[in-house]
């Protein structure tokens, strides 16, 4: 699971790099016929940048979501669940040994 995870992410970002390249080929172009100016096309780029950006934070915030669920049906034991045990634990044990 953990592999595919991976290709999926090396995926993703082979096609955000190669859409990246494509749009920049293109604005590039359209500065040369004079159709959009160099400020314009960094304006233009700031905003795809920053709807990817909170695009991925969406898509980060799914992918966390839809872990916890699997985790939860899957009964997975978490580190908050061992320390609180712990804790527990060891309260008890000094009780009993007082």
């Known amino acids: 699971m953990k592999?595919?995870?991976k290709k999926g992410v090396s995926l993703g970002l082979g096609l955000?790099?190669?859409?990246?390249?494509?749009?920049?080929?293109?604005?590039?172009?359209?500065i040369k016929k004079g159709e959009l100016s160099k400020e314009d096309s960094d304006d233009i780029f700031t905003q795809l940048r920053q709807k990817g950006e909170?695009?991925?934070?969406?898509m980060d915030a799914k992918l966390k979501q839809k872990l916890e669920n699997?985790?939860?049906e899957f009964e997975v034991v978490r580190k908050e669940d061992l320390r609180?045990?712990?804790?527990?634990?060891?309260?008890?044990e000094?009780?009993?040994n007082q």
Request: aromatic fraction near 2%; proline fraction near 0%; charge should be negative.
């Open 16 to 30: 955000a790099a190669a859409s990246k390249e494509q749009a920049e080929k293109v604005m590039d172009e359209l």
């Open 54 to 58: 909170d695009s991925q934070q969406k």
């Open 70 to 72: 699997m985790l939860d």
């Open 3 to 5: 592999d595919t995870f």
């Open 84 to 92: 609180a045990i712990e804790q527990r634990l060891t309260a008890l």
């Open 94 to 96: 000094q009780k009993t």
